[in-house]
């Protein structure tokens, strides 16, 4: 790994090859996702960097083929916020790529002022959850054609602070943005768990993750308040690279090909809350969800 040593446990690394691996990421273009590119074109993946800025994309496309000498690198447009451009996206991937060995739902936003997506979800649950769960949808059958194949998808220890009101998924009676972000993260949770089920016997296997506290520009709707707790945590904080470990972990560590489902931090296993662990719930959600995208996903 390169870097300086995580806080938490000596750093882990790995000499896996991924050559010949087909990998797309989700908000590809910095933070974590950035160093996820590089990590994973290092290790000889062609990497699809899905990014909804693309001038931004193209720059951090260019730095990760420096960083890595992998020229197998190109930037897609998706916007997460708009099933159009998630179709679009997905379209292109299952016309143009013979195949997809791991997808990476990256992408996020984090405490932001009410919003809308183009498809009326409050915004944090419409592109934590609702836009990485329709692409991961819209991608499946080529992802089980490639399999062994892997989903990963960043949640947050934020999860355990959440829960789910499936009589009110878009916060339109009332809005608590940190709740609503919670409320996405728990949604990562739970949709991995119900992931996995139904992709038992595929080959196809399924994380959740947690970060750490990381230094991104998630944090760009923060207040002075959080802003000055954000540095207080400063000694135990990560920066990209460290944050990007337990993603880089859940996508290539061998050790993990015949786990699915589980939830991850500190690259190691690690529990999540227990609304995170009820199927009952996970099932209620994934229903709603199917409803809310108007898609049948038995």
């Not at 608590?176 to 992931?195: E, I, M």
């Not at 061998?254 to 995170?276: F, H, Q, T, V």
Request: glycine share 8%; with cysteine.
């Amino acid at each position: 790994m390169s870097g300086t040593r995580s806080f938490f446990r000596a750093p882990w690394s790995s000499a896996e090859k991924l050559d010949g691996k087909t990998v797309v990421i989700t908000g590809a273009n910095a933070g974590i996702g950035k160093e996820t590119a590089i990590d994973l074109a290092k290790r000889g993946a062609r990497v699809i960097m899905a990014c909804r800025d693309m001038e931004r994309a193209q720059a951090a496309a260019k730095d990760v083929i420096e960083s890595s000498g992998n020229k197998d690198v190109v930037c897609m447009k998706l916007d997460l916020s708009d099933s159009k451009s998630i179709r679009e996206f997905a379209e292109a991937i299952n016309q143009e790529e013979p195949k997809l060995n791991i997808l990476i739902n990256n992408a996020g936003v984090m405490a932001c002022p009410y919003g809308k997506t183009a498809d009326g979800f409050e915004m944090q649950i419409g592109v934590n959850h609702m836009g990485h769960f329709l692409l991961t949808y819209l991608l499946i059958d080529l992802i089980k054609k490639s399999a062994p194949a892997r989903i990963v998808t960043v949640s947050s220890m934020a999860h355990s602070w959440g829960s789910i009101n499936l009589e009110d998924i878009n916060s339109e009676k009332r809005y608590d943005k940190w709740k609503a972000y919670s409320q996405s993260k728990l949604a990562n949770v739970l949709f991995t768990r119900s992931l996995a089920k139904r992709l038992e016997g595929t080959g196809v296997t399924t994380y959740s993750l947690h970060p750490g506290i990381v230094k991104t520009e998630l944090s760009r709707h923060m207040s002075g308040v959080q802003m000055f707790l954000l540095t207080m945590l400063k000694p135990i904080s990560k920066n990209s690279v460290q944050g990007a470990q337990t993603t880089i972990y859940c996508a290539v560590e061998p050790s993990l090909e015949k786990e699915s489902g589980g939830y991850y931090s500190d690259c190691a296993p690690a529990n999540c809350s227990a609304a995170g662990k009820d199927d009952d719930l996970a099932q209620k959600l994934w229903e709603l969800t199917c409803q809310q995208l108007s898609i049948t996903w038995e």
